[in-house]
């Protein structure tokens, strides 16, 4: 099976965190077609401690991963 889809998180829809830790390594480490709200937690980017979600890439419908509500808490 070829995979061309990596993205780390993966959403249809919009991103919220409210806390928790995520760790996510990659070059597209978040893929959201909608918003991105952080509000807390540990967000760890590719090694390093962040506050925010980066947008490394908006738009991108289709391919594996993802789903529906694209919610992570």
Do not use: K, L
Not at 23 to 38: K, M
């Amino acid at each position: 099976m070829c995979r061309t889809d990596t993205d780390g998180i993966d959403a249809n829809g919009s991103i919220i965190v409210n806390g928790g830790t995520i760790d996510v390594t990659g070059n597209s480490t978040f893929d959201y077609d909608a918003s991105a709200q952080y509000n807390g937690g540990t967000n760890i980017v590719n090694g390093m401690q962040v506050n925010e979600i980066p947008q490394s890439m908006m738009g991108g419908r289709g391919g594996f991963g993802g789903g529906h509500g694209g919610r992570m808490w």
